[in-house]
C-alpha cells in the first residue's frame, strides 16, 4: 500500500523559514510527478510547486524566488524562505505512481505569525 507522509511543518515569524519533506512508500512502480499544495481556511486547495521526475518545477507566482521544491528519488522537499502570514495554510503533499494514480499525504500545518 502507497503511502505519503509529510513532515517538517510548525510556527514561524514573517521572515523566517521552514523546510518540509515528504516520503513515499509501499509502491514498487516509480513516482513520477510530485508536488506540495497547500489550503488555507475559507479558501480551495492551490498548488504552490510541482516537480517532475526530470527535476523540472514549477511555481505558483506567489512564491516565486521564496520557496524551492526538490526531490531525491521518492522523497521530496520544500525549502520557504521569507515565509509571510498569507502562506499560512495545511500543506500537503502529492505523488503521482506510475500505473497508481495520485497519492495525498496527511497534511501539515504552516502557520506564519508574530
Known amino acids: 500500500q502507497v503511502q505519503v507522509v509529510e513532515s517538517g511543518g510548525g510556527l514561524v515569524q514573517p521572515g523566517g523559514s521552514l523546510r518540509l519533506s515528504c516520503g513515499v512508500s509501499?509502491?514498487?512502480?516509480?513516482?513520477?510527478?510530485m508536488g506540495w499544495y497547500r489550503q488555507a481556511p475559507g479558501k480551495e486547495r492551490e498548488l504552490v510547486a510541482a516537480i517532475s521526475s526530470l527535476n523540472i518545477a514549477n511555481y505558483v507566482d506567489s512564491v516565486k524566488g521564496r520557496f524551492t521544491i526538490s526531490r531525491a528519488r521518492d522523497t521530496l522537499y520544500l525549502q520557504m524562505n521569507s515565509l509571510k502570514p498569507e502562506d499560512t495554510a495545511v500543506y500537503y503533499c502529492n505523488a503521482v505512481v506510475s500505473r497508481l494514480g495520485d497519492y495525498w499525504g496527511q497534511g501539515t500545518q504552516v502557520t506564519v505569525s508574530s
Open positions: 509501499g509502491s514498487s512502480f516509480s513516482v513520477d510527478a
